[in-house]
């Protein structure tokens, strides 16, 4: 089978597990559901590092069950929504049954199936860009994240779950070789990113000679912001340990008997926060997110 026959396949098997996977739910005993609702992301939001301050709604109970289970089935944007930004549900769901085997049997194949979806997707000829183009010519409208991200299931007994939002950054240490060889290539294909080419390469060509000017030496290294996201800080009851995980959907807590509730510190509004650069860090090519750190250079002498 060619990787687009294996992927279509593999949605096929996801939705049934899954359907199977969410009536169990319903007939197991519901402890607690909490579930952080936050606003999907836009077409608009595409290839922004921050966003806009916006609120979150706290859902409990059956109505968060409800929504954590058309979650999981729902890989489709809707008008207007991204398809490159993963929709998020942090939250904490807590079932109690004495058919935790086949719960988790139903796990095991959405598993498989999210592997078997990822393995044909890289199979795919080209750059993620151009891999992307295949995929929604295929399957319009798919939000690829949200086929991929596993579930994630605990029979551990979490004592406390707290949920707060994270800024990241990606960083990537480059020698001044590397850059320059990336932004000739830059001048030789151009940008799908912008209509005026003239002028995109015009500022490749002022980056090239501000990049000639550094020393061979240069301590250089990409600093870029990933967009916020949720986490949670969970300790568990019978253990000392203590885990710091994304959040980005509901953990689902199997038990076979009764526990004590999850005390839950919720996830507040997010308010836009200023990104501060390091002392040391030199900002070279903000296009790059390229810094330069003058005092690596002379540690690494």
Request: glycine share 2%.
């Amino acid at each position: 089978m060619n990787p687009i026959s294996i992927m279509q396949a593999s949605l096929t098997n996801m939705d049934t597990h899954l359907s199977e996977f969410c009536e169990r739910l319903k007939h197991a005993q519901l402890i607690q559901a909490d579930i952080f609702q936050i606003p999907p992301a836009t077409l608009a939001d595409e290839g922004k590092m921050t966003v806009d301050d916006f609120s979150v709604t706290h859902l409990c109970g059956q109505t968060a069950l409800d929504h954590m289970m058309s979650h999981v089935r729902s890989y489709y944007a809707k008008e207007d929504e991204s398809r490159r930004i993963a929709r998020r549900l942090p939250g904490l769901i807590v079932i109690q049954t004495r058919e935790i085997e086949p719960l988790l049997d139903c796990a095991y194949n959405i598993r498989k199936e999210k592997h078997d979806f990822y393995n044909a997707l890289q199979r795919l000829p080209g750059n993620a860009e151009e891999r992307h183009e295949i995929v929604h010519k295929a399957l319009p409208n798919l939000i690829t994240l949200n086929v991929t991200r596993q579930l994630t299931i605990t029979q551990l007994p979490i004592r406390s779950a707290r949920f707060s939002w994270v800024h990241k950054h990606s960083m990537k240490r480059m020698s001044k070789a590397q850059v320059i060889e990336q932004l000739e290539k830059a001048l030789k294909h151009g940008s799908n990113r912008t209509l005026d080419q003239e002028a995109f390469i015009d500022g490749v060509n002022r980056e090239l000679i501000d990049m000639q000017a550094l020393p061979k030496d240069a301590f250089l290294t990409t600093r870029r912001p990933l967009r916020v996201s949720p986490m949670a800080n969970l300790s568990y009851q019978n253990e000392k340990k203590r885990e710091s995980v994304s959040a980005h959907s509901p953990f689902i807590m199997l038990c076979d008997k009764t526990i004590k509730s999850v005390k839950i510190t919720p996830l507040k509004n997010y308010q836009t926060k200023t990104h501060q650069t390091p002392d040391g860090y030199e900002l070279i090519l903000p296009r790059l997110h390229l810094y330069r750190i003058r005092h690596r250079e002379s540690d690494a002498s």
